[in-house]
């Protein structure tokens, strides 16, 4: 499977950015899916992650309540929705895929993902 984002750019602080996930190859349906995140000089930092199916999410403490996973398995399109954006979350965003099989399998923080797609830079500004 191959995987696509888009959708970074400059905002405001406060401002909001949704960013796409583009899954190619194989059905979105069969892969959990998460964005990760890399501020230089940091650590990189998994955000947020979403189940095959889209029944269950999970989120880092450091952007819970103000970022929303989400995704269309028609469109094979995993989103994140972020809002209330702060300085602090400027880094390259990154989505990743790891293989759920075609039963709904719950996914957390942490749980391997063996595909990686480039990233896209997110900038906010204060």
């Known amino acids: 499977v191959q995987l696509q984002a888009s959708g970074g750019g400059l905002v405001q602080a406060g401002g909001s950015l949704r960013l796409s996930c583009s899954l190619s190859?194989?059905?979105?349906?069969?892969?959990?899916a998460a964005w990760f995140r890399q501020a230089p000089g940091k650590e990189r930092e998994e955000v947020s992650c979403?189940?095959?199916?889209?029944?269950?999410?999970d989120y880092s403490d450091s952007v819970k309540g103000r970022f929303t996973i989400s995704r269309d398995n028609a469109q094979n399109t995993v989103y994140l929705q972020m809002n209330s954006l702060k300085p602090e979350d400027t880094g390259v965003y990154y989505c990743?895929?790891?293989?759920?099989?075609?039963?709904?399998?719950?996914?957390?923080?942490?749980?391997?993902?063996?595909?990686w797609g480039k990233g896209t830079q997110v900038t906010v500004s204060s």
């Open positions: 990743a895929a790891g293989y759920s099989g075609g039963r709904e399998r719950a996914v957390y923080l942490g749980d391997v993902m063996d595909y």
């Open positions: 190859g194989e059905s979105a349906e069969y892969y959990a």
């Open positions: 979403i189940s095959n199916k889209g029944g269950n999410t």
